[in-house]
């Protein structure tokens, strides 16, 4: 028996292209011995090689020697194609109908038309016995008459053309449903059907697209708000009054998969009547960090001017006992998103201020025609940088250290828990069953508050350099349902602005979490600190029984701008 091991698969030698060179045409393998060896064209970069698109050709070289026959074999639908191609050319126009779905020549090129898992045989006869060893398993000859057989199987999964499905909803009812099979054409735009949207109101876009292995979506709407999504069941809003073309899906396979995209237009008219909703601030104003303030309204704004009179922008600061109105210098509708109304006050504001805003008796009007409904004191969430410390690494207890089973592992040591309960119920310790963001929290949990328990559970300055300054910290902090703790300190250390903080649960609710705050003044931190904190019996009185627990998460940091 000849045992193969001189000659391994060679995938993607030459991915063989320009495929009209005569260069193996008549090739003849020596006679001398009797070896089994091939190339295939498979791109030799690709992640997946058996992961081609459909017509897509892979050319196969047999260079076995001492054979006496071989065949190749395709399976009904896909075809080999004639010498003579070039990559780039129409490739049906090579078919070769005349070889059917058998070869017996030692070069073929297979066109794969199929979807799904396609093969492809070689077949080759031996006057002796002989083996492969194959990178899966070895292949072996078994006896066939006089001549020894080797059947090699090629298997590729081909992926066809995209062919987007998807439905329109307006609430609970299906406006339109289009199939794969359906292919909708702009050109008979005037038998759609129409649709009616208040404005303000929306539709629903749901993408149904199975064939062939999608692995996203792009819904294009020009007239709508957002224009884009990529969202499987996408709500999509129209303010501008009029009639307009509902837009279109692109399917898209991407990532590892042979990658495609194919463009389905939605054969729907959408008509945008009047709202019969009230014209009025939705969700909450905010500060940019060019100190505009903005908001969104219930549909899109009419271009405005000479309506800043009509705005009261009330400004407090706590520590410097400022309490003014500021005048509003300018007022509009953003030039991004015409739902959005934008105000530039006349002086600086500061993200230590508390700011309301107040409209009352001006004439801004939506597309529509509606008029904006007054309102009063709404609070503006104030623009900061955010945390100065990684919420999503030891400060949100991200980082995890399989060595400490009790408590929480920092940067470069663990930190000293003291006293801890057991390795089955520790008083403190790192947590995956909770988190307020990420994976992880830091669980409390005690039977009965009847001594002190603390953590030094972050050590500041080494960590994130921390500049003079006022600070806002906080801690998200849920308490479980029964707890009837009062609440924790925060024992400074070094850190002398948090030595003496008591962090007060009165009056929060349980089963949710919920954002406790400080503010701060510190010294800069440049070397590292530390900060603990301390549950002890005098801020718990009425927990020295039952099972206390709560999770903490997300200790924060951030910079608050002193009102000058």
Same mark, same amino acid.
């Given at each position: 028996?000849?045992?193969?091991?001189?000659?391994?698969?060679?995938?993607?030698?030459?991915?063989?292209?320009?495929?009209?060179?005569?260069?193996?045409?008549?090739?003849?393998?020596?006679?001398?011995?009797?070896?089994?060896?091939?190339?295939?064209?498979?791109?030799?970069?690709?992640?997946?090689?058996?992961?081609?698109?459909?017509?897509?050709?892979?050319?196969? /070289?047999?260079?076995?020697?001492? #054979?006496? +026959?071989?065949?190749?074999?395709?399976? @009904?639908?896909? *075809? &080999? =194609?004639?010498?003579?191609?070039?990559?780039?050319?129409?490739?049906?126009?090579?078919?070769?109908?005349?070889?059917?779905?058998?070869?017996?020549?030692?070069?073929?090129?297979?066109?794969?038309?199929?979807?799904?898992?396609?093969?492809?045989?070689?077949?080759?006869?031996?006057?002796?016995?002989?083996?492969?060893?194959?990178?899966?398993?070895?292949?072996?000859?078994?006896?066939?008459?006089?001549?020894?057989?080797?059947?090699?199987?090629?298997?590729?999964?081909?992926?066809?053309?995209?062919?987007?499905?998807?439905?329109?909803?307006?609430?609970?009812?299906?406006?339109?449903?289009?199939?794969?099979?359906? /292919?909708?054409?702009?050109?008979? #735009?005037? +038998?759609?059907?129409?649709?009616?949207? @208040?404005?303000? *109101? &929306? =539709?629903?876009?749901?993408?149904?697209?199975?064939?062939?292995?999608?692995?996203?979506?792009?819904?294009?709407?020009?007239?709508?708000?957002?224009?884009?999504?990529?969202?499987?069941?996408?709500?999509?809003?129209?303010?501008?009054?009029?009639?307009?073309?509902?837009?279109?899906?692109?399917?898209?396979?991407?990532?590892?998969?042979?990658?495609?995209?194919?463009?389905?237009?939605?054969?729907?008219?959408?008509?945008?009547?009047?709202?019969?909703?009230?014209?009025?601030?939705?969700?909450?104003?905010?500060?940019?960090?060019?100190?505009?303030?903005?908001?969104?309204?219930?549909?899109?704004?009419?271009?405005?001017?000479?309506?800043?009179?009509?705005?009261?922008?009330?400004?407090?600061?706590?520590?410097?006992?400022?309490?003014?109105?500021?005048?509003?210098?300018?007022?509009?509708?953003?030039?991004?998103?015409?739902?959005?109304?934008?105000?530039?006050?006349?002086?600086?504001?500061?993200?230590?201020?508390?700011?309301?805003?107040?409209?009352?008796?001006?004439?801004?009007?939506?597309?529509?025609?509606?008029?904006?409904?007054?309102?009063?004191?709404?609070?503006?969430?104030?623009?900061?940088?955010?945390?100065?410390?990684?919420?999503?690494?030891?400060?949100?207890?991200?980082?995890?250290?399989?060595?400490?089973?009790?408590?929480?592992?920092?940067?470069?040591?663990?930190?000293?828990?003291?006293?801890?309960?057991?390795?089955?119920?520790?008083?403190?310790?790192?947590?995956?069953?909770?988190?307020?963001?990420?994976?992880?929290?830091?669980?409390?949990?005690?039977?009965?508050?009847?001594?002190?328990?603390?953590?030094?559970?972050?050590?500041?300055?080494?960590?994130?350099?921390?500049?003079?300054?006022?600070?806002?910290?906080?801690?998200?902090?849920?308490?479980?349902?029964?707890?009837?703790?009062?609440?924790?300190?925060?024992?400074?250390?070094?850190?002398?602005?948090?030595?003496?903080?008591?962090?007060?649960?009165?009056?929060?609710?349980?089963?949710?979490?919920?954002?406790?705050?400080?503010?701060?003044?510190?010294?800069?931190?440049?070397?590292?600190?530390?900060?603990?904190?301390?549950?002890?019996?005098?801020?718990?009185?009425?927990?020295?029984?039952?099972?206390?627990?709560?999770?903490?998460?997300?200790?924060?940091?951030?910079?608050?701008?002193?009102?000058?």
């Amino acid at each position: 028996m000849k045992n193969i091991g001189i000659v391994s698969i060679l995938f993607g030698l030459l991915f063989l292209v320009g495929c009209d060179d005569d260069e193996y045409a008549d090739y003849s393998a020596p006679d001398q011995l009797s070896d089994v060896s091939w190339y295939m064209s498979v791109d030799p970069y690709s992640q997946d090689k058996y992961s081609i698109s459909s017509n897509t050709f892979i050319s196969f /070289l047999d260079l076995s020697q001492g #054979a006496v +026959s071989h065949e190749w074999i395709i399976e @009904e639908g896909n *075809s &080999f =194609l004639k010498e003579g191609f070039n990559k780039n050319d129409s490739l049906e126009l090579f078919t070769d109908e005349a070889a059917g779905l058998i070869i017996d020549k030692g070069k073929a090129h297979v066109l794969f038309r199929n979807s799904g898992f396609n093969k492809v045989r070689l077949v080759n006869k031996f006057t002796e016995k002989v083996s492969y060893n194959s990178e899966e398993s070895p292949l072996e000859a078994f006896q066939e008459g006089d001549l020894w057989v080797i059947d090699t199987i090629f298997t590729f999964d081909v992926y066809g053309k995209l062919m987007p499905s998807f439905k329109i909803m307006q609430g609970d009812t299906e406006i339109i449903n289009i199939t794969k099979d359906d /292919l909708p054409s702009i050109d008979d #735009a005037a +038998s759609w059907p129409t649709v009616e949207v @208040e404005a303000g *109101s &929306f =539709l629903t876009y749901v993408d149904l697209t199975t064939e062939d292995r999608p692995s996203g979506r792009s819904w294009s709407v020009a007239d709508g708000a957002p224009v884009t999504s990529g969202l499987e069941s996408a709500d999509i809003k129209f303010f501008k009054l009029g009639t307009y073309p509902a837009g279109e899906i692109k399917s898209v396979r991407s990532g590892n998969l042979p990658s495609a995209n194919t463009i389905k237009i939605i054969p729907l008219n959408v008509r945008v009547i009047p709202s019969s909703q009230p014209f009025e601030i939705s969700g909450i104003i905010k500060e940019s960090i060019d100190e505009k303030i903005s908001f969104q309204v219930s549909g899109e704004l009419q271009p405005f001017t000479g309506e800043e009179g009509n705005f009261t922008v009330n400004v407090k600061n706590e520590t410097t006992g400022f309490d003014q109105n500021i005048a509003v210098q300018t007022a509009g509708v953003r030039n991004d998103d015409a739902t959005y109304l934008e105000l530039k006050l006349a002086a600086p504001i500061y993200n230590s201020d508390v700011i309301t805003v107040s409209y009352s008796g001006g004439s801004i009007k939506s597309t529509d025609t509606r008029d904006l409904l007054d309102f009063a004191n709404k609070q503006v969430v104030m623009y900061s940088a955010g945390n100065i410390l990684a919420p999503n690494s030891w400060s949100g207890f991200e980082v995890a250290d399989a060595n400490i089973k009790k408590a929480y592992a920092g940067p470069g040591s663990s930190f000293w828990v003291g006293a801890n309960g057991t390795d089955a119920d520790p008083f403190w310790a790192r947590t995956i069953e909770k988190a307020n963001t990420g994976d992880a929290s830091m669980r409390f949990s005690v039977d009965g508050i009847d001594k002190t328990y603390q953590i030094h559970t972050y050590g500041l300055g080494t960590i994130d350099k921390i500049p003079a300054g006022t600070y806002k910290v906080s801690f998200m902090v849920y308490l479980e349902e029964g707890n009837t703790m009062g609440g924790f300190w925060t024992w400074g250390g070094e850190v002398i602005p948090l030595a003496s903080e008591l962090w007060s649960f009165d009056g929060l609710p349980r089963g949710e979490w919920v954002k406790m705050e400080h503010v701060i003044t510190t010294d800069a931190l440049d070397v590292k600190k530390k900060v603990s904190i301390v549950i002890n019996t005098g801020a718990n009185p009425n927990a020295s029984s039952g099972r206390q627990t709560m999770y903490l998460d997300d200790f924060s940091f951030v910079e608050l701008e002193a009102r000058q």
